[in-house]
């Protein structure tokens, strides 16, 4: 392999939870991700090259610190890869914004790696090694970004080990707004305002409720799915860190928004709506309702693409 | 409306939570139910007139403690019926064994009442009065057992009031095993060991299950409905209460059952097999389990119709 050989993998942003699945469910997102470069080195290691992209100071650029970094390590262990790997990250996602982006450069480093070593792996022998990279940054192995962002589409994970992932059909018209508002939440502060427990009826409530939303998404129903496209165990505990959530929330609904709920742990809030022009007049509403809580904010009007992080180029 | 004029509904019996969704998932059973012959009387009220069956003398025939009885009573009153009814019940279900034998007297009585008292409700309005039958012998208005047998089918029941009731479809090939050894289990004891609340990992992990079964389902994909036909909410606790459980459960698995729980609070113990070749060894697997430890059973290899409750003689 030559010194010069690299290889580009774009990662999607993601939401995770939407709404109705925490931590089992995740959205890959149109249009949003970042670029992730490997590189061949002569050093047995993993290296952080350069991280570029408004926030790229805040990122750490140790390797087992660094979600890229820490998966394709975890990578080169098991598979007993000698070739080492110089890794550059252009973030596209902003960072704790609740859009997946720790993440996409783990999936992202991990797709490329695969491409570059012309190894076969494949999403499922992948999936281990992105989730040991976002580990470093969320300090546990959550699959509700990872698995969107590596499988694509709407993803129910329902084991990781093995891992055992369902692809759930996209509603034919959906179209995704989210609406990111100045500040972040990280993801640890936003888990420890969980509880450790949740009541009987809520857990049986929110079953249903995910239940009917994948019979919504096979049926192409999005009257079910509107019903069905809320969260009673995080969105509770977690709106209070996300200022002017519940009239966001309010205006998304009241403008016809099949549902309302925080990106991941937040603070970007997305809604799903039936059409494009729906969602433009959603994100208008919601835009608004941040504005009067003397919120500034970045959105987009996006789909569901079914194809997750994918190699862009090869040299 | 002469004195003779009656109407006897079958109402069939019904397993409760299908495993993967406590209290919100259930399904009917083919050829196993009870009839309810409702008849037009002078008298303005409600009377339980008669019941059969092998427990007929533990079923209260006091109208307001009789699950048909109460039902009645709910339907007259909040459609202001002045016309008074005599219930007889025919009880083919066994009692407390976890077959919706109280549902399906109370969804039976209410389907032949329509029928006499030709009051075109449709299953959304008979719902409510079929949940207060039901409430008389557990506790509290459950739609595990009255939705499926009212609605027919494989029924998630996303809200009650009002009525969201999601069909889900049901695998081909599908055949249903059900054991009931000797010995009862009472709902409201089994609900009584049932802890108020449920870990964060059990509830999302039980989501993911619930969610990836409806989509096997649709998928009619057996594989994955096996992989998710599981229960981390209720089993742990209720097993107990039926001796021989676990190697009951085990022995249907080594047979290739897709899936083994309780049936509803138990001690009815169902499988979910591909094929009714596969179903009968699982059966007779079942049967040996429960007689190693001196349970004497009473079983069936059924299937699950997609009808419901329904008027079978009028005249």
Same mark, same amino acid.
């Given at each position: 392999?030559?010194?010069?050989?690299?290889?580009?993998?774009?990662?999607?942003?993601?939401?995770?939870?939407?709404?109705?699945?925490?931590?089992?469910?995740?959205?890959?997102?149109?249009?949003? *991700? #970042?670029?992730?470069?490997?590189?061949?080195?002569?050093?047995?290691?993993?290296?952080?090259?350069?991280?570029?992209?408004?926030?790229?100071?805040?990122?750490?650029?140790?390797?087992?610190?660094?979600?890229?970094?820490?998966?394709?390590?975890?990578?080169?262990?098991?598979?007993?890869?000698?070739?080492?790997?110089?890794?550059?990250?252009?973030?596209?996602?902003?960072?704790?914004?609740?859009?997946?982006?720790?993440?996409?450069?783990?999936?992202?480093?991990?797709?490329?790696?695969?491409?570059?070593?012309?190894?076969?792996?494949?999403?499922?022998?992948?999936? &281990?090694?992105?989730?040991?990279?976002?580990?470093?940054?969320?300090?546990?192995?959550?699959?509700?970004?990872?698995?969107?962002?590596?499988?694509?589409?709407?993803?129910?994970?329902?084991?990781?080990?093995?891992?055992?992932?369902?692809?759930?059909?996209?509603?034919?018209?959906?179209?995704?707004?989210?609406?990111?508002?100045?500040?972040?939440?990280?993801?640890?502060?936003?888990?420890?305002?969980?509880? &450790?427990?949740?009541?009987?009826?809520?857990?049986?409530?929110?079953?249903?409720h995910l239940?009917?939303?994948?019979?919504?998404?096979?049926?192409?129903?999005?009257?079910?799915?509107?019903?069905?496209?809320? #969260?009673?165990?995080?969105?509770?505990?977690?709106?209070a860190l996300?200022?002017?959530?519940? #009239?966001?929330?309010?205006?998304?609904?009241?403008? *016809?928004?099949?549902?309302?709920?925080?990106?991941?742990?937040?603070?970007?809030?997305?809604?799903?709506? #039936?059409?494009?022009?729906?969602?433009?007049?959603?994100?208008?509403?919601?835009t608004a309702?941040?504005?009067?809580?003397?919120?500034?904010?970045?959105?987009?009007?996006?789909?569901?693409?079914?194809?997750?992080?994918?190699?862009?180029?090869?040299?």
């Amino acid at each position: 392999m030559s010194r010069d050989h690299t290889t580009t993998a774009f990662a999607p942003a993601s939401i995770g939870n939407v709404a109705v699945g925490f931590d089992v469910l995740g959205a890959a997102v149109d249009g949003l *991700g #970042d670029r992730v470069t490997v590189r061949a080195i002569d050093a047995p290691t993993v290296r952080v090259e350069r991280i570029t992209g408004p926030q790229a100071d805040d990122i750490p650029a140790a390797p087992a610190q660094n979600t890229a970094g820490a998966a394709l390590q975890s990578l080169r262990e098991e598979h007993d890869i000698a070739q080492g790997i110089a890794v550059s990250i252009e973030k596209g996602i902003p960072l704790t914004a609740g859009l997946g982006g720790t993440a996409a450069s783990a999936v992202g480093a991990v797709v490329a790696a695969e491409a570059l070593l012309s190894v076969s792996l494949g999403p499922e022998a992948l999936l &281990p090694h992105a989730l040991d990279g976002e580990a470093v940054a969320s300090g546990d192995r959550h699959p509700d970004n990872v698995v969107p962002c590596l499988y694509g589409g709407l993803a129910l994970t329902q084991s990781v080990e093995p891992p055992d992932v369902v692809s759930v059909p996209v509603p034919a018209g959906l179209r995704v707004v989210l609406v990111r508002p100045d500040g972040t939440v990280a993801t640890r502060e936003a888990r420890a305002c969980l509880p &450790p427990s949740v009541s009987m009826g809520d857990a049986t409530a929110q079953m249903a409720h995910l239940g009917a939303f994948v019979a919504g998404c096979f049926r192409d129903d999005l009257a079910l799915v509107g019903r069905a496209l809320r #969260d009673r165990i995080a969105e509770p505990h977690r709106a209070a860190l996300v200022p002017g959530f519940a #009239d966001v929330q309010a205006a998304a609904r009241e403008e *016809g928004a099949l549902g309302c709920s925080l990106s991941g742990a937040g603070p970007t809030v997305f809604a799903w709506c #039936d059409g494009a022009a729906r969602a433009e007049a959603v994100r208008e509403a919601m835009t608004a309702a941040f504005a009067s809580h003397g919120q500034q904010t970045e959105s987009w009007v996006t789909t569901i693409p079914s194809q997750g992080a994918r190699v862009v180029e090869a040299g």
